[in-house]
């Protein structure tokens, strides 16, 4: 077959690949209806599941694949991933492969909301087919179905002549798929439509798509009938097909990856705050030691959340610990969403993986740690101010504005009365708290 | 050895040649860039019923057709290179046996598996040929994967490569295929090896196939090793999860093929770059902002949140934000912002971060192009620890309270391994369908070596416990001590006190063990580096014997700057001591001990000595460090001794400019020492045993080719006549196996002096395993030396003896290390020239032991 000189019609290349556009197809389907459970049959490289586990609506994953073979799914993509440990998901996800055939019932087929045939169909052969809608629609008989199967109308536009693989049983053209799709969908109560993808090249828009796409979906009184969330009480247990690959992924539904995900959140604001603490003024009040500025972080917050978050109480030191008020915690966004504002459940899951102080008020850290330990190598860190101004009567007024430090232990206040007098103090020595 | 130190060399660990890297292709051309999806990009056109694998994953390098496997190296282990290096058989004394006699015989359990084949077992090796050629990899091999010939067998394919268990009916198969574009493809399967079990291709495969066994039991493969995250402990604090796992390798060892398991934790940070560098942000504002940024992250590996993979950040493109565009591998164009919605369904948050730069190793290595992936800062998540993290004594506590695990504890993960791999049903499947049989935990038999006796000056001391013996040798004096008469103190003006009260504990001590030190001259200075810099300049002088500086506190820029001026511009012995250390009251008296000591040994007194049998014998150690500053720059330690009783050293050091960690100045360090012994002993040493520490991963073939032939060349130039006998041993410490002994029905580390020299070791070495160092927690990781050098024809007992007895002679510390003293003392100074002085110390110091 050496004969490639041979001048051949030109190949049609598609931006993106059809296989491409028909995942898309299904994935925004996905997307506009919020789809939780659902199964692709024929899965193939499982691309379309790879692709559909990112969804944040999506929490369970259904392949199907006659030629599954399981050695070949362990630690694959469709696994969580490291990344997937870390930023666990909001829902559960469960993603279970099966070897099996889309003519043979399950039980755990049932109830989904989607069952998707992309290019299956075609492979079918003419007995196989004739099963296949009672399986699907009759007995799956999920919310919806997509299915996918080329359009003969297309071909001629292909080099090759014959069917676009080699077992491909048929393809056919529009009016033979809807045919079909619409006795289908009258006969176990769906509407369809009908689309596609892999539009035709300018001056044959008459053969349409590449691809055709049959969109089924299960008529809404018939479906509040034999609600679609309890399939078990109308189908008996029928476990045909065999568990090839199954997978969970952490999430914040699992106490554990909630409680690590709250407590790095937390620790997270803290470790910003702190750092502003340290180079910010503070001073003593009683053992205490608190900001005289800011401590929220410049970045990432809106002004209205700043300016919520300068309301609640003030982070402060003890010694060498640092508190932070759990009232001034729960305002920080991430947070914030993750307790659904309970601050309840915020003290609770903190006091498991971090320190609290006596009344459970404030998370308690160690105020010298290796990032903040930077601010003391580098003489970042600020001091403490005791009293600066020490005559002061009812009348006057005190802003800080500037502190200037010279040297380490020597430090000049600028202030401003009311009057918008400026005032410089004397130098004078200052009281390094010191943190070993 | 401190506690420090140790933590500070391993935070250096960092990758060497970050910063220039990336810097050459800035800005990356848009046209080339990969978002490290690859999952998603390279199935195109192959869909349908056939699938893809994910097997052989970068394992097996795919490359050329007609290469053979092992020649196309790049990605070749370690212990794969160094195995083919059959050094044993050169060495015709220990050709037949390697094994040692004295000591006490110890049974011992250890972290190797028995794997065992039928007799006649073969590899078959093929080449696979694609008519029309194809360039996925996942398509060749999804091709090939499909046809129902080759899918009940076990196999591994690279796609070029194939290999099997069973033969082929014909020596040469065709198959064809077709993609679901239409394509006709023909693959031709051509026999091209038939591979014992003991070839190194067969251990690859095998350690293939043990890879795809741990993917399978729910592990994930970070690095070389696999980690399970389902059973992660987290450390909220400290923003970290440790993920237990483990190590593991099958190679051929003494008599038979083993798997070896080690635990092993990887340690994930629960921050994003965004995260890390919102902090430097904040801290130092936006001055220097950029500069801070890629200071501290180029050259850090980060792991995307999405695809499970690790990258290295070598630049970071600060004009490029998640607003602009790409060109996607199909040739559309698509913002980053959208990308990562559509792909990943992910909402970026901050619009403004710039994206990190990496390049990208290409697969095939005649490959020219070279590609980057851009990176946003917000989905990639930084690994390991930094220095600053590894010096926070309260985060490494919280880790080795996780990570360090008794040998009980260790022999559990190791058997709830084996039990794993047993009973998993495709794990079985797959070892069943390649003729492997996972065996049983092995044990063996080591000798404790005898235990040694410390020669001090008046007496000699059998130690209760060799871990430690600084109580046995209270009130014992000191080999040698030259007086302290001239000297001088430097303190800030607030630790005055404090100073006192030590000189008079110092004075007190050194009396009592024979050292005689006079009152120094005391210099008060300010509290700041400079100030200790400037007295430094004004008070030391040539005829000063030793400065004392009493450090404020631990900032790194104090120790430098001293360790600096008094190494190189002003040659003269220094003691740094912190204030906190003196602070510790009830310790002040051992305190001063130790630190006498060291002072004794800075002005070249001795301190304790072993029994040499052998007259005349000098022994080196040479250890190679990365410099902390000057990337690209390594420095070499060489410290030999110069008298017959192993108490007296010469130390010198160098920076050299390599990519490699091979020493280029060993010729001239080496004459330099035998000069030095001929001095003092009017006769060049009749023996000459090299400790040769720093050696990296595949390194041995360079180390015989290059250092040998160097140290053996100044060997004969040195004397006229009979030159001296010379061995090498190359000391690892790290290596896989590790050894218990059972105790009252639990697990304990063996004794200290256990040898081990049988099963564990390499059929194509001279080499054994020594447990000379103590642990009071955790398990011991056994010290490998390999003799790949040896003229001197010791047998191999007395080999193992000296080994043993040069780890009793650190005196920096009282008792027993886990490397022989010279290996240490070189460790130690390049440590010293790596992270402080960054220059060639001044050879009048190198006849004492300056930088202890």
């Given at each position: 077959?050496?004969?490639?000189?041979?001048?051949?019609?030109?190949?049609?290349?598609f931006?993106p690949p059809v296989y491409e556009q028909r995942y898309c197809?299904?994935?925004?389907?996905?997307?506009?209806?919020?789809?939780?459970?659902?199964?692709?049959?024929?899965?193939g490289?499982?691309t379309l599941?790879?692709?559909?586990?990112?969804?944040?609506?999506?929490?369970?994953?259904?392949?199907?694949?006659?030629?599954?073979?399981?050695?070949?799914?362990?630690?694959?993509?469709?696994?969580?991933?490291?990344?997937?440990?870390?930023?666990?998901?909001?829902?559960?996800?469960?993603?279970?492969?099966?070897?099996?055939?889309?003519?043979?019932?399950?039980?755990?087929?049932?109830?989904?909301?989607?069952?998707?045939?992309i290019e299956?169909?075609?492979?079918?052969?003419?007995?196989?087919?004739?099963?296949?809608?009672?399986?699907?629609?009759?007995?799956?008989?999920?919310?919806?179905?997509?299915?996918s199967?080329?359009?003969?109308?297309?071909?001629?536009?292909?080099?090759?002549?014959?069917?676009?693989?080699?077992?491909?049983?048929?393809?056919?053209?529009?009016?033979?798929?809807?045919?079909?799709?619409?006795?289908?969908?009258?006969?176990?109560?769906?509407?369809?439509?009908?689309?596609?993808v892999g539009?035709?090249?300018?001056?044959?828009?008459?053969?349409?798509?590449?691809t055709?796409?049959?969109?089924?979906?299960?008529?809404?009184?018939?479906?509040?009938?034999?609600?679609?969330?309890?399939?078990?009480?109308?189908?008996?247990?029928?476990?045909?097909?065999?568990?090839?690959?199954?997978?969970?992924?952490?999430?914040?539904?699992?106490?554990?990856?909630?409680?690590?995900?709250?407590?790095?959140?937390?620790?997270?604001?803290?470790?910003?705050?702190?750092?502003?603490?340290?180079?910010?003024?503070?001073?003593?009040?009683?053992?205490?030691?608190?900001?005289?500025?800011?401590?929220?972080?410049?970045?990432?917050?809106?002004?209205?959340?700043?300016?919520?978050?300068?309301?609640?109480?003030?982070?402060?030191?003890?010694?060498?610990?640092?508190?932070?008020?759990?009232?001034?915690?729960?305002?920080?966004?991430?947070?914030?969403?993750?307790?659904?504002?309970?601050?309840?459940?915020?003290?609770?899951?903190?006091?498991?993986?971090?320190?609290?102080?006596?009344?459970?008020?404030?998370?308690?850290?160690?105020?010298?740690?290796?990032?903040?330990?930077?601010?003391?190598?580098?003489?970042?860190?600020?001091?403490?101010?005791?009293?600066?101004?020490?005559?002061?009567?009812?009348?006057?007024?005190?802003?800080?504005?500037?502190?200037?430090?010279?040297?380490?232990?020597?430090?000049?206040?600028?202030?401003?009365?009311?009057?918008?007098?400026?005032?410089?103090?004397?130098?004078?020595?200052?009281?390094?708290?010191?943190?070993? | 050895?401190?506690?420090?130190?140790?933590?500070?060399?391993?935070?250096?660990?960092?990758?060497?040649?970050?910063?220039?890297?990336?810097?050459?292709?800035?800005?990356?051309?848009?046209?080339?860039?990969?978002?490290?999806?690859?999952?998603?990009?390279?199935t195109s056109g192959f869909v349908g019923?056939?699938?893809?694998?994910?097997?052989?994953?970068?394992?097996?390098?795919?490359?050329?057709?007609?290469?053979?496997?092992?020649?196309?190296?790049?990605?070749?282990?370690?212990?794969?290179?160094?195995?083919?290096?059959?050094?044993?058989?050169?060495?015709?004394?220990?050709?037949?046996?390697?094994?040692?006699?004295?000591?006490?015989?110890?049974?011992?359990?250890?972290?190797?598996?028995?794997?065992?084949?039928?007799?006649?077992?073969?590899?078959?090796?093929?080449?696979?040929?694609?008519?029309?050629?194809?360039?996925?990899?996942?398509?060749?091999?999804?091709?090939?994967?499909?046809?129902?010939?080759?899918?009940?067998?076990?196999?591994?394919?690279?796609?070029?490569?194939?290999?099997?268990?069973?033969?082929?009916?014909?020596?040469?198969?065709?198959?064809?295929?077709?993609?679901s574009?239409?394509?006709?493809?023909?693959?031709?399967?051509?026999?091209?090896?038939?591979?014992?079990?003991?070839?190194?291709?067969?251990?690859?495969?095998?350690?293939?196939?043990?890879?795809?066994?741990?993917?399978?039991?729910?592990?994930?493969?970070?690095?070389?090793?696999?980690?399970?995250?389902?059973?992660?402990?987290?450390?909220?604090?400290?923003?970290?999860?440790?993920?237990?796992?483990?190590?593991?390798?099958?190679?051929?060892?003494?008599?038979?093929?083993?798997?070896?398991?080690?635990?092993?934790?990887?340690?994930?940070?629960?921050?994003?770059?965004?995260?890390?560098?919102?902090?430097?942000?904040?801290?130092?504002?936006?001055?220097?902002?950029?500069?801070?940024?890629?200071?501290?992250?180029?050259?850090?590996?980060?792991?995307?949140?999405?695809?499970?993979?690790?990258?290295?950040?070598?630049?970071?493109?600060?004009?490029?934000?998640?607003?602009?565009?790409?060109?996607?591998?199909?040739?559309?164009?698509?913002?980053?912002?959208?990308?990562?919605?559509?792909?990943?369904?992910?909402?970026?948050?901050?619009?403004?971060?710039?994206?990190?730069?990496?390049?990208?190793?290409?697969?095939?290595?005649?490959?020219?192009?070279?590609?980057?992936?851009?990176?946003?800062?917000?989905?990639?998540?930084?690994?390991?620890?930094?220095?600053?993290?590894?010096?926070?004594?309260?985060?490494?506590?919280?880790?080795?309270?996780?990570?360090?695990?008794?040998?009980?504890?260790?022999?559990?993960?190791?058997?709830?391994?084996?039990?794993?791999?047993?009973?998993?049903?495709?794990?079985?499947?797959?070892?069943?369908?390649?003729?492997?049989?996972?065996?049983?935990?092995?044990?063996?038999?080591?000798?404790?070596?005898?235990?040694?006796?410390?020669?001090?000056?008046?007496?000699?001391?059998?130690?209760?416990?060799?871990?430690?013996?600084?109580?046995?040798?209270?009130?014992?004096?000191?080999?040698?001590?030259?007086?302290?008469?001239?000297?001088?103190?430097?303190?800030?003006?607030?630790?005055?006190?404090?100073?006192?009260?030590?000189?008079?504990?110092?004075?007190?001590?050194?009396?009592?063990?024979?050292?005689?030190?006079?009152?120094?001259?005391?210099?008060?200075?300010?509290?700041?580096?400079?100030?200790?810099?400037?007295?430094?300049?004004?008070?030391?002088?040539?005829?000063?014997?030793?400065?004392?500086?009493?450090?404020?506190?631990?900032?790194?820029?104090?120790?430098?700057?001293?360790?600096?001026?008094?190494?190189?511009?002003?040659?003269?012995?220094?003691?740094?001591?912190?204030?906190?250390?003196?602070?510790?009251?009830?310790?002040?008296?051992?305190?001063?001990?130790?630190?006498?000591?060291?002072?004794?040994?800075?002005?070249?007194?001795?301190?304790?000595?072993?029994?040499?049998?052998?007259?005349?014998?000098?022994?080196?150690?040479?250890?190679?460090?990365?410099?902390?500053?000057?990337?690209?720059?390594?420095?070499?330690?060489?410290?030999?001794?110069?008298?017959?009783?192993?108490?007296?050293?010469?130390?010198?050091?160098?920076?050299?400019?390599?990519?490699?960690?091979?020493?280029?100045?060993?010729?001239?360090?080496?004459?330099?020492?035998?000069?030095?012994?001929?001095?003092?002993?009017?006769?060049?040493?009749?023996?000459?045993?090299?400790?040769?520490?720093?050696?990296?991963?595949?390194?041995?073939?360079?180390?015989?080719?290059?250092?040998?032939?160097?140290?053996?060349?100044?060997?004969?130039?040195?004397?006229?006549?009979?030159?001296?006998?010379?061995?090498?041993?190359?000391?690892?410490?790290?290596?896989?196996?590790?050894?218990?002994?059972?105790?009252?029905?639990?697990?304990?580390?063996?004794?200290?002096?256990?040898?081990?020299?049988?099963?564990?070791?390499?059929?194509?070495?001279?080499?054994?395993?020594?447990?000379?160092?103590?642990?009071?927690?955790?398990?011991?990781?056994?010290?490998?030396?390999?003799?790949?050098?040896?003229?001197?024809?010791?047998?191999?007992?007395?080999?193992?003896?000296?080994?043993?007895?040069?780890?009793?002679?650190?005196?920096?510390?009282?008792?027993?290390?886990?490397?022989?003293?010279?290996?240490?003392?070189?460790?130690?100074?390049?440590?010293?020239?790596?992270?402080?002085?960054?220059?060639?110390?001044?050879?009048?110091?190198?006849?004492?032991?300056?930088?202890?």
């Amino acid at each position: 077959m050496d004969n490639c000189e041979v001048p051949s019609k030109k190949v049609i290349e598609f931006k993106p690949p059809v296989y491409e556009q028909r995942y898309c197809f299904v994935k925004n389907l996905v997307n506009r209806h919020g789809l939780r459970k659902i199964a692709d049959l024929g899965f193939g490289d499982a691309t379309l599941l790879w692709m559909l586990k990112y969804h944040r609506c999506v929490q369970y994953l259904v392949g199907v694949d006659i030629a599954a073979r399981p050695f070949e799914w362990g630690g694959g993509r469709l696994s969580p991933g490291v990344g997937g440990y870390i930023v666990p998901r909001e829902l559960d996800l469960t993603i279970t492969l099966y070897r099996g055939s889309a003519v043979q019932k399950d039980s755990r087929l049932c109830g989904f909301d989607l069952i998707t045939c992309i290019e299956l169909i075609e492979h079918l052969d003419s007995e196989d087919l004739a099963k296949f809608p009672e399986v699907v629609f009759g007995y799956f008989s999920p919310g919806m179905v997509v299915i996918s199967t080329p359009n003969s109308e297309f071909n001629p536009l292909f080099p090759a002549s014959t069917f676009r693989d080699p077992d491909h049983r048929f393809e056919w053209n529009r009016t033979q798929f809807q045919t079909w799709a619409l006795d289908v969908a009258k006969l176990y109560n769906y509407s369809v439509e009908f689309t596609g993808v892999g539009d035709p090249p300018a001056g044959a828009e008459h053969v349409g798509y590449c691809t055709q796409i049959g969109v089924f979906q299960k008529n809404i009184a018939k479906a509040t009938e034999s609600s679609i969330s309890e399939p078990e009480e109308h189908v008996p247990e029928e476990h045909i097909y065999e568990v090839v690959y199954t997978t969970s992924y952490p999430s914040l539904q699992q106490s554990k990856y909630f409680r690590l995900t709250l407590s790095s959140e937390s620790v997270k604001a803290i470790g910003l705050m702190k750092s502003r603490f340290l180079r910010g003024l503070r001073k003593r009040e009683g053992d205490r030691v608190v900001p005289l500025g800011s401590c929220t972080p410049q970045f990432g917050l809106t002004e209205a959340q700043r300016a919520e978050i300068e309301q609640s109480p003030k982070p402060y030191s003890v010694g060498e610990k640092f508190y932070v008020p759990l009232e001034r915690l729960i305002i920080y966004p991430k947070v914030n969403h993750l307790v659904a504002g309970s601050m309840e459940k915020l003290r609770t899951i903190l006091a498991e993986g971090l320190l609290l102080n006596g009344d459970q008020s404030a998370v308690q850290v160690e105020l010298v740690d290796y990032q903040t330990q930077r601010l003391f190598d580098e003489h970042l860190i600020s001091p403490v101010l005791e009293s600066l101004m020490e005559e002061q009567d009812e009348y006057s007024e005190n802003y800080i504005l500037r502190a200037v430090s010279i040297g380490q232990t020597t430090l000049v206040a600028i202030a401003r009365d009311k009057m918008g007098r400026k005032f410089t103090s004397a130098p004078r020595q200052i009281e390094i708290t010191r943190l070993e | 050895m401190s506690g420090r130190a140790r933590v500070r060399a391993r935070g250096m660990a960092r990758s060497p040649s970050a910063a220039g890297a990336g810097r050459a292709l800035a800005p990356p051309s848009p046209a080339s860039v990969d978002l490290g999806n690859s999952e998603a990009s390279s199935t195109s056109g192959f869909v349908g019923t056939s699938r893809m694998s994910e097997k052989c994953e970068d394992v097996i390098p795919s490359g050329d057709a007609g290469c053979t496997f092992i020649e196309r190296g790049g990605k070749i282990r370690w212990d794969f290179t160094d195995l083919s290096v059959c050094t044993r058989e050169k060495l015709a004394h220990v050709r037949d046996c390697k094994r040692g006699s004295s000591g006490v015989p110890v049974k011992l359990v250890t972290n190797l598996f028995s794997l065992d084949l039928p007799q006649d077992w073969q590899l078959y090796q093929y080449h696979v040929a694609y008519v029309p050629d194809i360039e996925s990899r996942r398509l060749r091999i999804a091709l090939l994967y499909s046809h129902k010939e080759l899918s009940n067998k076990a196999k591994a394919f690279d796609g070029v490569i194939l290999f099997l268990s069973q033969k082929l009916e014909e020596k040469v198969t065709e198959l064809s295929s077709e993609t679901s574009r239409g394509k006709t493809v023909k693959m031709t399967i051509t026999l091209t090896r038939e591979l014992p079990a003991r070839s190194p291709v067969c251990i690859q495969v095998f350690n293939i196939i043990f890879r795809k066994i741990l993917k399978k039991l729910a592990m994930y493969q970070i690095g070389r090793n696999f980690y399970k995250p389902s059973e992660s402990v987290e450390i909220p604090q400290h923003k970290l999860s440790l993920w237990p796992g483990f190590a593991i390798s099958v190679s051929q060892f003494e008599s038979r093929l083993l798997f070896t398991a080690d635990v092993s934790y990887k340690i994930l940070r629960n921050e994003t770059v965004l995260e890390f560098m919102t902090g430097i942000c904040q801290e130092t504002g936006m001055s220097c902002f950029t500069q801070t940024c890629e200071k501290q992250l180029l050259g850090l590996i980060v792991l995307t949140r999405y695809n499970n993979k690790t990258y290295r950040i070598d630049d970071i493109d600060w004009s490029v934000k998640p607003t602009h565009t790409f060109q996607k591998q199909d040739g559309t164009e698509v913002t980053y912002v959208d990308y990562y919605k559509q792909q990943y369904d992910i909402t970026l948050s901050n619009l403004n971060q710039p994206v990190l730069v990496s390049l990208l190793k290409s697969k095939r290595n005649d490959n020219p192009e070279v590609r980057v992936a851009h990176l946003i800062p917000e989905l990639c998540f930084l690994t390991g620890l930094t220095r600053q993290a590894t010096s926070d004594f309260q985060l490494m506590k919280a880790v080795a309270e996780e990570t360090r695990l008794s040998p009980l504890g260790r022999q559990q993960r190791l058997a709830r391994l084996a039990d794993d791999i047993q009973r998993n049903k495709d794990a079985r499947f797959e070892l069943e369908t390649w003729g492997l049989h996972f065996g049983c935990q092995m044990s063996l038999t080591g000798r404790v070596l005898p235990s040694e006796k410390i020669l001090m000056q008046d007496r000699v001391c059998q130690p209760g416990s060799a871990a430690e013996w600084s109580k046995d040798m209270r009130n014992c004096k000191i080999l040698s001590a030259r007086s302290l008469n001239k000297w001088l103190v430097i303190c800030s003006n607030r630790d005055e006190n404090v100073t006192e009260d030590f000189l008079h504990c110092l004075r007190r001590v050194g009396g009592s063990m024979g050292f005689n030190v006079d009152y120094p001259k005391i210099i008060k200075v300010q509290e700041n580096p400079a100030a200790f810099l400037k007295a430094l300049q004004k008070y030391v002088d040539p005829n000063v014997q030793l400065v004392m500086c009493i450090l404020p506190s631990n900032q790194k820029s104090y120790y430098d700057s001293i360790k600096k001026y008094l190494s190189s511009v002003c040659p003269v012995p220094s003691q740094c001591v912190l204030t906190r250390t003196l602070n510790k009251q009830g310790m002040m008296m051992s305190i001063a001990t130790r630190i006498a000591m060291q002072m004794a040994c800075k002005l070249g007194g001795e301190l304790w000595a072993v029994e040499i049998p052998l007259k005349s014998l000098m022994v080196v150690g040479i250890d190679v460090c990365k410099d902390e500053f000057s990337k690209g720059m390594v420095v070499v330690g060489f410290v030999a001794s110069i008298n017959p009783g192993i108490t007296r050293w010469f130390s010198r050091c160098i920076l050299q400019r390599t990519t490699t960690d091979v020493a280029d100045c060993l010729k001239v360090f080496m004459t330099g020492a035998l000069n030095r012994w001929c001095k003092h002993n009017h006769a060049p040493p009749a023996r000459i045993v090299v400790y040769r520490d720093g050696v990296g991963d595949g390194q041995l073939k360079t180390l015989i080719e290059y250092e040998v032939p160097q140290l053996l060349s100044s060997v004969t130039e040195a004397s006229s006549n009979t030159s001296a006998k010379l061995s090498v041993i190359v000391v690892r410490k790290k290596c896989a196996p590790r050894f218990f002994t059972e105790v009252n029905r639990s697990l304990q580390n063996p004794p200290l002096g256990t040898v081990v020299d049988s099963e564990a070791t390499r059929p194509e070495w001279y080499d054994f395993y020594l447990i000379s160092q103590a642990a009071g927690r955790g398990t011991i990781t056994p010290t490998h030396y390999n003799v790949i050098y040896d003229d001197n024809g010791l047998k191999p007992d007395h080999m193992q003896r000296l080994t043993f007895k040069l780890c009793h002679v650190y005196y920096n510390w009282p008792g027993l290390i886990s490397i022989p003293a010279p290996c240490q003392y070189a460790h130690k100074l390049t440590f010293l020239v790596a992270q402080s002085v960054h220059k060639e110390p001044s050879l009048e110091l190198a006849n004492s032991l300056f930088y202890l």
